[in-house]
């Protein structure tokens, strides 16, 4: 298997995986930089349950099918508008996860409350439930994310980013998993909201590409061989 071959595969394993977690549903998607202006994503009408490396596809910023056996998710812009946008990103995820879309739902603000969940905090907001599937969309995207690694779109979903597919599938799972720790909390009272000292310490210990490996790890064994 060459290089490509591997790396659609993990990004299949990724989605498999996200799936399994329920982070990504029937109509998630995650991708990967290719040469140029092109990118690797599955495709569209997949199983995300089942997915394989043939079921990446390979287009074009403007989402010109160039390789593959399907056309791509309808928001491909999100992907080609980030890539646009962020030249140090090399994979995206957006998901649409359960914990972390009820906050956007009620108005209430994500505070970390968990350590690997301050990674990305602070995590903005897009004011609109709209799909990112054309340019304008992609653009008011864009503007709300900045420089983050994380952003939530209200009462639609999530997107993480990172240098790698291992990064933005780890980033997306602290998300979630900081939403949901976050939302059990206030059943009870006030959840406690780390200090700026507090998460500094965090990232300084979790951001790290080992620790990241052994959460995808620990995500990849589970799958079904």
């Known amino acids: 298997m060459d290089d490509l071959e591997q790396k659609k595969q993990q990004l299949?394993?990724?989605?498999?995986?996200?799936?399994?977690?329920?982070?990504i549903d029937y109509n998630g998607h995650a991708s990967f930089r290719g040469d140029g202006e092109t990118l690797h994503i599955n495709i569209g009408s997949c199983q995300r349950s089942q997915?394989?490396?043939k079921d990446i596809c390979q287009i074009d910023f403007a989402g010109n099918l160039l390789a593959g056996d399907g056309n791509p998710p309808l928001e491909f812009h999100l992907h080609?508008?980030?890539?646009r946008a962020r030249p140090e990103v090399n994979a995206i995820v957006h998901a649409?996860?359960?914990w972390s879309t009820f906050l956007t739902m009620v108005g209430v603000d994500y505070l970390p409350v968990f350590a690997?969940?301050?990674?990305?905090?602070?995590?903005?907001?897009?004011?609109?439930?709209d799909s990112i599937n054309n340019p304008k969309m992609s653009d008011r995207l864009n503007q709300i994310l900045g420089d983050r690694p994380a952003a939530l779109m209200k009462s639609h979903g999530a997107v993480t980013v990172g240098a790698s597919i291992t990064e933005a599938f780890v980033l997306i799972n602290y998300l979630e998993e900081n939403a949901h720790r976050q939302h059990m909390a206030m059943q009870i009272g006030k959840p406690y909201c780390f200090s700026d000292?507090?998460?500094?310490?965090?990232?300084?210990?979790?951001?790290?590409?080992k620790l990241f490996q052994r959460t995808w790890d620990h995500f990849y064994a589970k799958l079904p061989s």
Not at 12 to 23: G, H, K, N
Not at 197 to 209: F, I, V
């Open 12 to 23: 299949a394993d990724c989605i498999r995986m996200l799936e399994s977690s329920d982070i």
């Open 51 to 53: 997915l394989r490396a």
């Open 80 to 83: 080609a508008g980030i890539y």
């Open 96 to 98: 649409h996860p359960k």
């Open 116 to 129: 690997q969940g301050s990674l990305v905090y602070p995590v903005p907001v897009l004011d609109t439930p």
């Open 197 to 209: 000292d507090e998460m500094a310490l965090c990232r300084g210990k979790l951001w790290n590409a």
